[in-house]
């Protein structure tokens, strides 16, 4: 490991805004009341990487909180770091597995969901590790409130095509569709945040693949 990455491992154990593995469980139903201290509903990226969206939509919604959720501690850093730095007090980064979630959150404790450049596991023998899958949405839809919105935002036109069979094949409601999000009428303030990667996908023409929708 590089002297930079220790370095940020470091760094991010001492970040207010960074709940590592078991530090996260005692807040599971107190989000609010116990890290936020208010009541504003709180909103999940999945797969942050560098917390790019997780920043940038709490910029845009002070009145939601925002938790960014990955295992990479040495990604998270440029994104807690950010939010400390420019004083955004409605941000919070959770450092776990994504495939434990129901150990942080309580049912209905959460009322939007965004997946963002997930890696996407195109094998067939790796299906279950999509964050699309019938597994994890299963789990997305444990903590979710009524009517919670999930977004799903990748390059890659498998994971997105695999995404759409499932909220048809499950019955899910799709509220929205695009397989090139920049020359869509969908896009606006909020779809613009681009990540790291996302703009280097751009660079090279591209595509970027958008849904949006719920269990009900």
């Known amino acids: 490991m590089g002297k ?3 370095r940020r491992f470091s760094e991010v ?5 960074v709940l590592q593995l078991e530090e996260g469980k005692p807040l599971k139903g107190n989000w609010v009341k116990m890290h936020f201290k208010n009541n504003y509903p709180i909103v999940l990226e999945l797969a942050c990487g560098k917390g790019e969206y997780t920043v940038n939509l709490a910029q845009l919604f002070p009145e939601k909180n925002f938790v960014g ?6 990604r998270l850093w440029r994104g807690a770091k950010t939010a400390l730095e420019e004083g955004i007090s409605n941000v919070a980064f959770l450092r ?9 959150f309580s049912p209905g404790e959460i009322s ?4 963002t450049f997930p890696d996407p596991q195109p094998q067939i023998s790796r299906e279950k590790k999509r964050l699309t ?3 994890f949405l299963e789990k997305y839809k444990a903590i979710l409130k009524e009517g919670g919105i999930l977004h799903l935002k990748t390059d890659n036109d498998g994971l ?3 995404t759409v ?11 929205a569709k695009t397989e090139d999000l920049y020359h869509s009428t969908l896009v606006d303030e909020v779809l613009s945040i681009k990540t790291y990667y996302e703009k280097k996908y751009l660079a090279n023409d591209k595509n970027i693949n958008y849904l949006k929708f719920s269990f009900e």
């Open 13 to 17: 154990a001492t970040f207010s805004n």
């Open 96 to 104: 776990i597995q994504i495939e434990n979630i129901l150990d942080y």
């Open 112 to 115: 939007e969901i965004w997946i």
């Open 133 to 135: 899958s019938p597994r």
């Open 69 to 74: 959720i990955d295992y990479k501690g040495n």
């Open 4 to 6: 930079d990455k220790l």
């Open 165 to 175: 069979e499932k909220v048809n094949e499950l019955n899910l409601k799709l509220h």
């Open 160 to 162: 997105h095509n695999y």
